[in-house]
């Protein structure tokens, strides 16, 4: 029996978002490993072997579920029609809101001309580096 067209699409989705997960959402700057993932998923690793090649013709809801609770994705990832890279980003942001004091930043800066927001995003910088954090 062979896969129709949208099956294999399908499938070629699921492959492809697969990959950008395991190269984008990293662990201190290098790829999840697949044992890290099957270890972190209780998903075997022939299996997500499998979805990387987009062979498995036939993944279930428990396991695209737990690989994007793994790498902190919802699970819409896998159908959403929004680029992956943008679900990133507002994910990111949503996650560095909720982050002590971040929060408030964003209140105050509220209602700021132009020129105020690029004071504040200045001061910011000058904070970041006096830090040794990277600039954003």
Known sequence: MTQDKTGDDGLKVIATR?????????PKGRP???????????ISETTLK?????????PTINTLTAIAKFFD??????VSDEDPE???ARRDLRTAMTDAGIESIAL???GLNAENIRF??????MA???????PI
């Open 32 to 42: 999840y490993t697949v044992a890290e993932v099957a270890e972190g998923t209780g």
């Open 108 to 110: 105050r800066s509220q």
């Open 18 to 26: 697969l990959m950008i997960l395991f190269e984008r959402r990293t």
């Open 50 to 58: 499998q979805l990387r090649r987009g062979i498995n013709s036939n």
């Open 128 to 134: 970041r580096k006096s830090q040794g954090l990277d």
């Open 120 to 125: 504040v995003t200045e001061a910011i910088t």
């Open 86 to 88: 943008e679900q990133f």
């Open 73 to 78: 994705v919802p699970p819409t990832y896998w």
